[in-house]
């Protein structure tokens, strides 16, 4: 069962004693979701909310913006690529530069003025894209309640997680194991939750 917990402390308001790195890791969390949490060459493409880019900053050896697909021959040189609600076109050139055994981290976050078809599409994209270029291990996460807030990350493929996060939340009717399989085999909630994260792996060549 995977669901990881965060300790929110809150903001830099006189009331909190949060440095500016404890908030950059929090912020990162999700790095422990990687095959190595250790943030090593970062490459990132498209834009980045300020919270995540400033993460990064403080925690990666090294970050590049990746402004330009590269050529078939141009060294792959990502232990990591990050994004953050990317178009297709964006998925495309951040896989192209992930080292062998990197990984992808990509957010994707629902708009209010989009519909809940846009997720939809935005969310098979990335899986299309992933798959077509093999990577795997594969997973989706749900952010609660936000990207930038996260107390909460429940792997949404794992109905053992999904049930324990769903009945503490007293929504003991959807934890039940016919609709937890529905709810995971579906792939349903990835499409409709407002922050969620794909990760995925690139294997070894």
């Known amino acids: 069962m995977t669901m990881l917990e965060s300790t929110q402390t809150g903001h830099h308001d006189g009331t909190s004693v949060e440095t500016r790195f404890q908030a950059a890791a929090r912020r990162a969390d999700w790095r422990f979701l990687l095959p190595d949490p250790?943030?090593?060459?970062?490459?990132?493409?498209?834009?980045?909310?300020?919270?995540?880019?400033?993460a990064l900053r403080l925690l990666s050896r090294s970050l590049e913006i990746v402004d330009a697909p590269r050529t078939?021959?141009?060294p792959r040189l990502a232990n990591v690529v990050v994004l953050h609600s990317p178009t297709r076109a964006q998925v495309r050139t951040a896989l192209?530069?992930?080292?062998a055994n990197g990984a992808v981290y990509c957010e994707l976050k629902r708009s209010r003025r989009r519909p809940l078809s846009f997720l939809k599409l935005q969310t098979d994209a990335v899986y299309a894209e992933l798959t077509q270029a093999g990577f795997t291990s594969i997973q989706t996460h749900w952010h609660y309640p936000s990207f930038s807030n996260c107390t909460r990350l429940v792997q949404l493929a794992d109905p053992a997680a999904l049930g324990y996060w769903l009945a503490s939340r007293n929504q003991t009717w959807l934890a039940q194991p016919m609709w937890l399989?529905?709810?995971?085999?579906?792939r349903l909630l990835e499409r409709v939750l407002p922050c969620v994260s794909i990760v995925a792996q690139r294997g070894a060549r």
């Open 96 to 99: 192209e530069v992930v080292k």
């Open 72 to 74: 078939a021959d141009a």
């Open 38 to 54: 250790n943030l090593k060459d970062v490459e990132y493409v498209g834009h980045l909310p300020d919270d995540l880019l400033a």
């Open 181 to 186: 399989r529905w709810l995971t085999g579906a």
